[in-house]
């Protein structure tokens, strides 16, 4: 159910990276995010998988990767709700 109600969201966007960075080799299966998220354009990456850690060493493909607690301060803030 809630994979139908993200893929049936106004706010969810297909994306079909066509090429494949593999910079994660500790866990290969977290590389689509990171290939998804270059495709997209995408600001950053919201995670705590710790798989992730190791990408700020890497100038291209750069994504950002914010940890859960940074990125809801963000919002918080942004939204002048802290």
């Known amino acids: 159910m809630v994979l139908e109600i ?3 969201s106004p706010y969810t966007l297909l994306i079909a990276p066509v090429y ?3 910079v994660i080799e500790a ?3 977290d590389n689509k995010f ?3 998220a270059v495709a997209a354009n995408a ?3 919201v995670s ?3 798989h992730f ?3 700020s060493k890497y100038e291209f493909p750069y994504v950002e990767i914010l940890k859960l607690a940074d990125a809801i ?3 918080f803030n942004s939204k002048g709700l802290a």
Do not use: G, Q, Y
């Open 6 to 8: 993200i893929t049936n």
């Open 20 to 22: 494949h960075f593999k």
């Open 27 to 29: 866990d290969p299966d």
């Open 34 to 36: 990171i290939d998804c």
């Open 43 to 45: 600001l950053c990456i």
């Open 48 to 50: 705590d998988d710790k």
């Open 53 to 55: 850690s190791h990408l």
């Open 73 to 75: 301060a963000m919002l």
